[in-house]
């Protein structure tokens, strides 16, 4: 076994150094240990110490892993992924960790800079081989989070004793039916919505994954429009002009306390900032990542005139909060 470890061992450093990112090339390492059907023993006794940096990842492995192995998570509800750093205490539950898991696609540049026993997984680059585009948040996309969930089942199951991988597939089954029923919950709401008026005008590129595929339009005014976030009387200008053709009945803001940006635009387009937030780096506090997905959801359909069914959504949540 230990001569096993070593060759994936070896094949993850073959591939590192290869011209692919290091992060897929550590994630097609796990892919290769999971081809040969190997057993691996985690690097210590006892329960399997696993490591979430990204918040939603956080909510899938926990989900998953249950009781069977000890989960942490870096980043706290909402942290942001992109300029978080690891703390000492992070690196020490790192230097022991048999598993580590983040998005990928440079959400967190700190990730990259990962020195750990275990294996470190990109499972948004796992679930999404093909992606090339620019927008790491990737889980707002319900057959994305399957995806992800589906790339955390595999790389858990080989550090899991018999009894406890086959749980593992159990939850891993209920967990990808929670995702479906929300990809059916949210297609309803946001086609509830006359088409001119599935808009959502943010300030940053977060949402292009749900706008995709749902079909709405994400308007990221700041990204569109500014250089390096600074509001120029012509950036203002454009900006008004879009948001004010496109349909849109509210400005959606990352936090609760809007910044002095979007209220000026708020002003000069004449459009009111949601009072709810949009949760795009992450789950929101005190939620998970079904629940913030719902949240999220029913802010935009509201916020674009229509009436969110929160039944459904509270149906869909406590589906996920079963999972045992």
């Known amino acids: 076994m230990v001569a096993m470890r070593h060759a994936i061992d070896r094949m993850i450093i073959i591939l590192t150094r290869s011209p692919m990112r290091p992060s897929l090339a550590q994630s097609v390492g796990v892919c290769f240990a999971l081809a040969i059907g190997a057993s691996v023993v985690p690097a210590h006794a006892g329960q399997p110490v696993v490591v979430a940096v990204d918040g939603t990842l956080c909510d899938l492995t926990k989900t998953l892993a249950a009781d069977a192995a000890s989960v942490t998570c870096l980043i706290p509800p909402g942290g942001d992924p ?8 992070d690196r020490a539950v ?6 580590i898991f983040h998005i990928g696609f440079g959400l967190t540049p700190s990730a990259t800079k990962l020195n750990s026993p275990g294996m470190v997984v990109a499972a948004g680059e796992i679930a999404l081989p093909s992606y090339r585009g620019s927008d790491p948040h990737v889980w707002h996309d319900p057959v994305n989070s399957a995806g992800m969930i589906r790339v955390i089942s595999n790389s858990l199951a080989p550090l899991l004793g018999d009894s406890d991988r086959s749980a593992l597939h159990q939850r891993t089954a209920k967990a990808v039916a929670v995702f479906k029923a929300l990809q059916a919950w949210q297609a309803k709401q946001f086609g509830s919505l ?8 943010t300030d940053h590129k977060t949402y292009s994954h749900l706008a995709e595929r749902f079909g709405l339009v994400e308007i990221a005014m700041l990204d569109s429009h500014t250089t390096g976030g600074v509001l120029r009387p012509s950036s203002l200008k454009k900006i008004t002009e879009e948001v004010k053709s496109s349909g849109a009945k ?5 936090t609760a306390y809007p910044n002095k940006t979007l209220k000026r635009i708020s002003k000069r387009t004449g459009l009111p900032i949601s009072k709810t937030p949009l949760y795009g780096e992450g789950i929101a506090a005190g939620r998970n990542a079904v629940s913030t997905a719902t949240i999220n959801a029913c802010t ?25």
């Not at 509210?250 to 990352?254: C, D, L, N």
């Open 250 to 254: 509210t400005i959606f803001s990352p």
């Open 194 to 201: 006359p088409p001119a008026q599935r808009v959502m005008v």
């Open 82 to 89: 992109h300029s978080y750093r690891l703390k000492p205490s």
């Open 300 to 324: 935009i359909v509201n916020g674009q005139g229509g009436t969110c069914d929160v039944t459904g959504a509270n149906t869909i949540n406590a589906e996920w909060s079963s999972i045992r």
């Open 94 to 99: 790192i230097a022991k960790s048999d598993l």
